[in-house]
């Protein structure tokens, strides 16, 4: 299995299993490091480059943390969360230079 499909594996793992999330949560530091560290934990050999290459934005840690508790907590779900950071990460792919949308948002 590649490191890409494991770093997904994980994360899809993440979604369902409420142990997992509460490692990722603080005082997990939000960071690639403290991710490599609970996915190896948890038996997967990965690493904070192979997590980076996933997840492209080093904001994805804490607002991934964030998702985490809104879940916890009766609302978004984490796997919704997770499909829309990936819908972003397309729509960047599709034109990179194109941060018009984004910007606006974050001021609205």
Request: glycine share 4%.
């Amino acid at each position: 299995m590649s490191q890409h499909k494991k770093v997904i594996e994980f994360f899809q793992t993440a979604c369902e299993d409420r142990k997992l999330q509460d490692r990722l949560k603080p005082p997990c530091p939000p960071t690639r490091q403290g991710f490599a560290s609970v996915a190896k934990e948890t038996g997967y050999d990965l690493d904070g480059k192979d997590i980076d290459d996933y997840v492209r934005f080093y904001q994805f840690y804490e607002e991934f943390q964030e998702a985490i508790d809104r879940h916890q907590a009766g609302g978004e779900p984490l796997a919704d969360w997770l499909n829309q950071w990936q819908k972003h990460l397309q729509h960047f792919d599709s034109n990179p230079t194109d941060d018009r949308e984004e910007t606006i948002k974050r001021f609205i």
